[in-house]
């Protein structure tokens, strides 16, 4: 079955750096785009950053753009997300997400908390 395993969340000060990653198994990872979400307790889960199955096209969240970098690894099955200059407003639980044909599949979550 599908499965998105996140890993790399943690507790940072505001100005560093983490990055995310999400391990994908039981579906065909190359061929279909990936995403990352997050969401704070309270609110919807908001989109932080998608990108297409070979990797050509990627979007961000305005909040985000220039901060942090998605990225993707074929072989190895992995989604990454770098994120720099983190800040207090980027806690969240953060999410790795996939669409197969009409079904969104998504990961447990990893806690990333930006605090000094």
């Known amino acids: 079955q599908v499965q998105l395993v996140e890993s790399g969340g943690g507790l940072v000060q505001p100005g560093e750096s983490l990055r995310l990653s999400c391990a994908a198994s039981?579906?065909?990872?190359?061929?279909?785009?990936t995403y990352w979400y997050r969401q704070v307790p309270g609110k919807e889960r908001e989109l932080v950053a998608s990108?297409?199955?070979?990797?050509?096209?990627?979007n961000y969240a305005d909040s985000v753009k220039g901060r942090f970098t998605i990225s993707r690894d074929n072989a190895k099955n992995t989604v990454y997300l770098q994120m720099n200059s983190l800040k207090p407003e980027d806690t969240a639980v953060y999410y790795c997400?996939?669409?197969?044909?009409?079904?969104?599949?998504w990961g447990q979550g990893t806690q990333v908390t930006v605090s000094s």
């Open positions: 990108m297409t199955s070979a990797g050509g096209s990627t």
């Open positions: 997400s996939t669409l197969i044909l009409v079904k969104r599949y």
């Open positions: 039981g579906f065909p990872f190359s061929i279909y785009a």
